[in-house]
């Protein structure tokens, strides 16, 4: 039996796999937990908001532009020749582990510049910043196109691996900011923000369509087959992982990645062999957050894992009421919303170059945090 992510509803029936109970209960649980804390996300409870400085601002959009700029420049080649790439070819050769032509270009990039290649992931926070400008900060200009730009340097990377992943997690997070900003989304705002988003949209189909019909066509049963089957993955990895997975092994560089890379020089690139050979199955799959963080610290450390991260959330979504510096936590907000929301694969800030994102967010969210006056 195959579930849907997050809604479990019964989706492809297929194979002599047995979901048990007790996983699907722990699964559910622990979603909820995790989920429990969003539900006080709610902008209608802000008063007295501080606008951001429009300098202070322009600070934050151009450190964006020239992430953006350099980022888009490692593979431009791929956007330029977009119409003859083959993208079965391609995601072979990056499951091969050759390096990418992107990977290659940013070596030509001189210091410090080449360094803004970690940042790359960052450019999703141009989304949430996209919404306050035109939202919040009532702007409706040349920024907002710039803004707007930015936030597709991450989809746009999938290009050098054929990668469907962060051009869902772009939709995803572009749907949660809809979501999150609702209360300002007026009729005029709405159709301001959907002239930007229904071109785009139209392009991540085709090339959703294009990278699964290259992967999935020459499977048994199909392109379409395949697909359902890909659909409740991640649920079925986090269930085979409850009771399959060996109890005496625990990894933490997934978990805590900076301070394993940083500290121990270990990453899970460096592990991940390793784990396989001592839980005898592939690690090297979708497990969601949840299926990840438990096959590194087990059933117990997931669950104190997440009470941490839902008692987390909660102090800090409490704080809507009473701000006044709103960016500052919305930033916050964001980066937290990443995890369950990427999360339908896998755990986001899982290695080094991932968890920057989230300390990065932290810097702007300090240096945009605005005082009570």
Not at 44 to 61: A, D, R, W, Y
Not at 233 to 240: D, G, K, S, V
Request: glycine letters at 6%; aromatic letters at 18%; charged letters at 15%.
């Amino acid at each position: 039996m195959n579930l849907v992510n997050g809604l479990n509803g019964v989706l492809y029936t297929k194979g002599t796999l047995t979901i048990g109970v007790l996983p699907t209960l722990y699964y559910c649980f622990l979603l909820t937990l995790i989920l429990f804390p969003f539900k006080k996300v709610n902008l209608n409870k802000t008063k007295n908001i501080q606008v951001i400085s429009e300098g202070k601002f322009n600070v934050v959009l151009g450190i964006f532009i020239l992430i953006a700029i350099i980022n888009i420049y490692s593979y431009s080649n791929s956007l330029l020749n977009i119409s003859s790439l083959d993208f079965l070819e391609i995601r072979q050769s990056h499951y091969a582990g050759e390096e990418s032509e992107a990977s290659i270009k940013m070596q030509s990039v001189p210091f410090p510049f080449n360094y803004l290649s970690y940042l790359q992931r960052s450019t999703v926070f141009s989304i949430l910043l996209f919404f306050y400008r035109t939202l919040i900060m009532n702007k409706q200009d040349w920024k907002n196109i710039i803004l707007f730009f930015c936030s597709l340097t991450l989809p746009l990377s999938c290009l050098q691996s054929a990668d469907r992943t962060d051009v869902v997690f772009f939709m995803l997070m572009f749907v949660f900011c809809c979501i999150l900003f609702k209360p300002y989304l007026i009729e005029t705002k709405k159709k301001y923000i959907t002239r930007f988003f229904y071109p785009i949209l139209g392009g991540i189909g085709i090339y959703i369509f294009m990278v699964t019909i290259a992967r999935f066509a020459e499977s048994d049963g199909g392109a379409g087959d395949s697909v359902l089957r890909y659909g409740g993955e991640t649920f079925l990895n986090f269930c085979y992982y409850f009771e399959n997975a060996n109890p005496n092994v625990y990894f933490t560089d997934r978990v805590f990645p900076i301070t394993n890379h940083m500290v121990l020089g270990i990453d899970y690139s460096d592990t991940k062999d390793l784990r396989s050979i001592l839980h005898g199955f592939n690690v090297g799959v979708f497990p969601s957050f949840l299926g990840v963080i438990m096959l590194d610290i087990g059933k117990f450390g997931v669950l104190l894992w997440t009470l941490i991260f839902s008692f987390s959330c909660n102090m800090i979504f409490n704080k809507i009421s009473s701000t006044t510096s709103l960016l500052s936590l919305l930033l916050i907000i964001f980066s937290l919303a990443v995890i369950p929301i990427f999360g339908i694969f896998y755990y986001y800030y899982y290695n080094f170059i991932h968890a920057l994102t989230y300390v990065f967010a932290l810097f702007l969210s300090i240096y945009v945090y605005q005082k009570k006056n």
